[in-house]
């Protein structure tokens, strides 16, 4: 069965959800649009030693003000098997634009299978259909783990791991980060309300290739980014 990768205006069937949520732009925008689809939403994120886990308190503000379950899954001893990744270990994060060249230092080895295969044995846990996970095409070429035949590939894997199948839906799979802020305004989202910055610090940096991309897609849209930044 392939991922779905449906226009996100589309209603599906309600139904309970579990959306990863990271607390950052793309993850914030599924979560409400689970919502703006009617289901029955809980949230999982995940503290996995990423520098910027700031994100997660973004996650929890917002969960508590929507009233969405929400649950924090601390797996930071996963470092003691996974190197490497400036996101986690003591490298300098890349700055300068959002592109395979200097962003392969960021990539976590394996981060996306193993949220996933938590999320899905969540989702058993509490019977619920779906687990939305916010891939989008900006990633394709830097990270393995967002690309739609892997995407598809843990689908149809995720429908055979349990007696109760449960299906992986990546609204955005193959739209830009452009597309998912244009999908965000339009049901009047506030995205002061996210973190994005690799930099844990008190404001974004402004220059890392996370930030670079998120400042092109408001600039996209001829607006101007909410978030404070150094």
Same mark, same amino acid.
């Given at each position: =069965? =392939?991922?779905?990768? +449906? ?14 949520? /990271? !607390?950052? =732009?793309? @993850? &914030?925008?599924?979560? %409400? ?15 996995? !030693? ?6 997660? #308190?973004?996650?929890?503000? *917002? ?13 930071? +001893?996963? %470092?003691?098997?996974?190197?490497? @990744? /400036? ?6 994060i890349p700055e300068g634009d959002y592109a395979t060249s200097n962003m392969t230092s960021t990539v976590v080895p394996n981060r996306n299978m193993i949220l996933l295969s938590l999320a899905i044995g969540y989702a058993? +846990?509490?019977?619920? !259909?779906? *687990?939305?996970?916010?891939?989008? @095409? ?10 739609? #035949? &892997?995407?598809?590939?843990? %689908?149809? *894997?995720?429908?055979?791991? %349990? ?6 839906? @990546? ?9 998912i802020l244009a999908d965000g305004l339009r049901m009047g989202l506030d995205y002061s309300q996210t973190w994005t910055c690799y930099n844990g610090r008190d404001k974004a940096c402004g220059k890392c290739s996370a ?10 849209? !001829? ?6 930044? #150094?």
């Amino acid at each position: =069965m =392939m991922a779905q990768n +449906s226009n996100p205006a589309t209603k599906p069937q309600q139904q309970t959800v579990v959306v990863i949520y /990271s !607390g950052g =732009m793309d @993850s &914030f925008t599924v979560l %409400n649009r689970a919502i703006a689809d009617g289901h029955q939403v809980h949230a999982v994120s995940f503290h996995y !030693g990423q520098r910027h886990h700031r994100e997660l #308190e973004s996650a929890k503000t *917002v969960c508590a003000q929507l009233g969405v379950p929400h649950k924090v899954v601390d797996i930071r +001893s996963i %470092n003691t098997l996974l190197a490497g @990744s /400036s996101l986690t270990d003591d490298i300098d994060i890349p700055e300068g634009d959002y592109a395979t060249s200097n962003m392969t230092s960021t990539v976590v080895p394996n981060r996306n299978m193993i949220l996933l295969s938590l999320a899905i044995g969540y989702a058993v +846990s509490i019977k619920a !259909g779906k *687990v939305y996970y916010g891939a989008h @095409s900006g990633d394709h070429d830097i990270y393995p783990d967002c690309r739609p #035949e &892997f995407v598809e590939a843990m %689908n149809a *894997v995720s429908q055979l791991a %349990n007696y109760e199948p449960v299906e992986i839906h @990546s609204p955005y799979l193959v739209q830009s980060k452009a597309d998912i802020l244009a999908d965000g305004l339009r049901m009047g989202l506030d995205y002061s309300q996210t973190w994005t910055c690799y930099n844990g610090r008190d404001k974004a940096c402004g220059k890392c290739s996370a930030c670079r991309e998120r400042l092109a897609a408001f600039a996209a849209h !001829g607006i101007t980014d909410p978030l404070e930044y #150094e």
